[in-house]
């Protein structure tokens, strides 16, 4: 099986993505281990803290973006990093050419039932002689990023990467510590008969939704003529590797729940990553009225409208929003 730096190089992709890439990844590996151990490693439960966000940090969640964050900036490949975890960016290598941002542990909730969680990231160029410690420097659409991706720590661990040829799957071989291909290009199909969503906020959906949700609920008796199912892993990353493996619809959609949060998920590490890595095994990932990758940020945190997944079932729900 092949290893990851030679399939990137054959690409084409310079040798100093490669390394930054390499170095998220030497992170990833340590994370990976930490949560592999469980209850042995001391660290399930919750810290006492809060994050910018105002949402409880698990203590996984406290440690895993630290170690991201001292391998990414004492690499000396990215001039700033930018993380779920951080109430503002962090200035690394004023050189460097490259910022990333990344959700350390995707789905927290669920280290503490030995669920799916995962690391999700995002590369982009910094715009040249940018200051480090500029905040703006991450006000970029998703379409500029050169890399996303994400580690899935489930039964085994899944790294799904994009360079913008294709999506990709590798897999982590524990006993040597390497990276192997094990699929070389995801195809989401077009049709599927699967979606997620967290019906539990059913009653705080715009109407658009609820009346899309209800028609796939209603199956051979609605106006669908067929039946869906349905799957929610609680952790965007779980549902989102499901949705490239087999196809599926994905969506975190905007909810009256709260009047301060109308959206979950935020833009610049969790949709931009993941839309990248939809669009380019051929799926569609919109707010429901415009594409994700072309929002222009205005804020680190900010959070967006997500529907992902099977280019028809994605259209049809798209269908429902005009
Ligand atoms: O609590 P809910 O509504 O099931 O939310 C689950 C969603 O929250 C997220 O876990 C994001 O939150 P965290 O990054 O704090 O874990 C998504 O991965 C997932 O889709």
Redesign the pocket.
Do not use: C, T
């Given at each position: 099986m092949r290893r990851l730096p030679p399939v990137l190089l054959e690409d084409g992709c310079p040798r100093e993505l490669i390394s930054l890439i390499r170095t998220v990844l030497a992170a990833c590996k340590e994370i990976s281990f930490r949560v592999g151990q469980g209850a042995l490693s001391g660290v399930l439960g919750s810290t006492l803290d809060e994050?910018i966000?105002g949402?409880t940090q698990?203590k996984l969640?406290v440690l895993t973006n630290q170690l991201l964050k001292d391998i990414l900036l004492e690499s000396g490949y990215v001039k700033a990093i930018a993380s779920?975890e951080e109430d503002f960016t962090v200035a690394g290598n004023p050189d460097a050419k490259y910022i990333v941002a990344f959700?350390p542990?995707?789905?927290?909730?669920?280290t503490d039932i030995n669920s799916l969680?995962g690391t999700?990231f995002s590369i982009m160029e910094a715009p040249e002689g940018a200051d480090p410690a500029d905040q703006s420097i991450f006000m970029q659409p998703g379409k500029n990023q050169v890399a996303a991706g994400y580690v899935l720590y489930g039964p085994s661990t899944v790294l799904a990467l994009t360079t913008g040829k294709g999506t990709r799957f590798f897999t982590l071989d524990k006993t040597h510590g390497t990276f192997l291909l094990t699929e070389d290009f995801a195809s989401i199909p077009e049709e599927t008969s699967e979606f997620?969503i967290?019906a539990?906020?059913q009653r705080h959906w715009q109407p658009a939704m609820q009346n899309y949700i209800t028609d796939l609920i209603a199956g051979d008796t609605g106006p669908r003529g067929r039946n869906f199912n349905m799957r929610?892993?609680?952790?965007?990353?779980?549902?989102v590797h499901r949705v490239l493996c087999r196809g599926g619809i994905?969506t975190?959609p905007t909810d009256t729940k709260d009047p301060n949060k109308p959206n979950?998920?935020?833009l610049l590490y969790?949709a931009n990553p993941m839309a990248m890595l939809i669009e380019q095994a051929g799926g569609i990932a919109s707010t429901g009225t415009e594409r994700i990758m072309d929002i222009q940020p205005n804020a680190i945190h900010q959070r967006v409208a997500v529907i992902l997944g099977s280019k028809n079932e994605v259209e049809t729900c798209l269908s429902y929003h005009k």
């Open positions: 994050n966000q949402e698990k969640d779920e959700d542990l995707d789905g927290s909730s669920n969680v999700i997620a967290n539990s906020n929610w892993i609680a952790a965007m990353v779980g549902d994905f975190y979950k998920l935020r969790e």
